[in-house]
């Protein structure tokens, strides 16, 4: 399996939105900027990595809001 995949099996690319599915982030969105290592880099304020791993549905995880 590819690091850049999630467990769904989306292809995590630069460029796309998610929303952070945690109820205490009030449905906030990030664009990644870049994929490396099995890690996503959202930008910022603050620039932050998340683990390709977590970008899933459910209740702290992450959706797609839109494709590149």
Same mark, same amino acid.
């Given at each position: 399996?590819?690091?850049?995949?999630?467990?769904?099996?989306?292809?995590?690319?630069p460029?796309? !939105?998610?929303? /952070?599915?945690?109820? %205490?982030?009030?449905?906030?969105?990030?664009r +990644?900027?870049? *994929?490396?290592?099995?890690?996503?880099?959202?930008?910022?304020?603050?620039?932050?990595? !998340?683990?390709? /791993?977590?970008?899933? %549905?459910?209740?702290?995880?992450?959706?797609? +809001?839109?494709d *590149?």
């Open positions: 399996m590819s690091q850049n995949l999630t467990k769904e099996g989306i292809e995590v690319k460029g796309q !939105v998610w929303r /952070d599915l945690d109820k %205490r982030s009030n449905g906030r969105t990030k +990644v900027l870049s *994929v490396a290592d099995g890690k996503a880099q959202f930008e910022g304020p603050p620039k932050t990595k !998340v683990a390709i /791993d977590r970008m899933h %549905r459910n209740s702290t995880g992450y959706e797609l +809001v839109s *590149v």
